[in-house]
C-alpha cells in the first residue's frame, strides 16, 4: 500500500532535476521499469549534493546509499520529461533521509521515494555525524 504523497517540509530547499527517459529504461509492459527509478533516486540526491557544496568539500566527505524505498503511482511511458525533486529531513548522527518525488510534464506524482544515505569521510569511508557547515545549505533561510 503506497504512503501519503511526500510533500517538503517549508523549511526545506528543494531541488529539481529534469529525467530523461530513454529508450533503454521502457520494459517490455511499456513504461519506465523499476529498477530506473532507484538510479534516479541516486543521480538526484548526487546533482542536489553537487550543486550545493564545491569540490573541496565534495572531496572530503562522501555518502553512501543504506536502502531505498520507492512507491510506483503513475507508469511513465516512452517520450515523457519528468523530474525529480528532491529535499533531506533531519540528520540522525552520520545519517540523512532524502525524499524524491518523480513528477511527469503535467506535475502528477508518478514514483516517489526516501533513501537513507550516511555521511562519511572520503578518505577513510567511516561513518561520521553530520556537521552543521553541511546541514544548514539544506535548509532555507528564514
Known amino acids: 500500500m503506497a504512503?501519503?504523497?511526500?510533500?517538503?517540509?517549508?523549511?526545506?530547499?528543494?531541488f529539481t532535476l529534469p529525467l530523461a527517459v530513454k529508450a533503454e529504461h521502457i520494459d517490455a509492459n511499456g513504461h519506465v521499469?523499476?529498477?530506473?527509478?532507484?538510479?534516479?533516486?541516486?543521480?538526484?540526491g548526487t546533482a542536489h549534493w553537487n550543486h550545493l557544496f564545491d569540490a573541496a568539500t565534495?572531496?572530503?566527505?562522501?555518502?553512501?546509499?543504506?536502502?531505498?524505498?520507492?512507491?510506483?503511482?503513475?507508469?511513465l511511458p516512452p517520450g515523457s520529461r519528468p523530474v525529480a525533486r528532491t529535499w533531506v529531513g533531519d540528520p540522525q548522527g552520520p545519517r540523512f533521509a532524502r525524499f524524491v518525488r518523480i513528477e511527469d510534464e503535467q506535475g502528477r506524482l508518478c514514483a516517489q521515494g526516501v533513501s537513507e544515505w550516511c555521511l562519511v569521510d572520503a578518505a577513510s569511508m567511516r561513518p561520521?555525524?553530520?556537521?552543521?557547515e553541511l546541514l544548514s545549505p539544506f535548509v532555507k533561510a528564514g
Open 58 to 75: 565534495r572531496a572530503r566527505w562522501s555518502w553512501v546509499a543504506l536502502r531505498h524505498e520507492i512507491d510506483y503511482l503513475r507508469p
Open 33 to 44: 521499469n523499476n529498477v530506473v527509478y532507484v538510479g534516479w533516486l541516486q543521480d538526484a
Open 3 to 14: 504512503r501519503a504523497a511526500l510533500e517538503p517540509r517549508a523549511d526545506r530547499e528543494v
Open 128 to 132: 561520521h555525524r553530520i556537521p552543521p
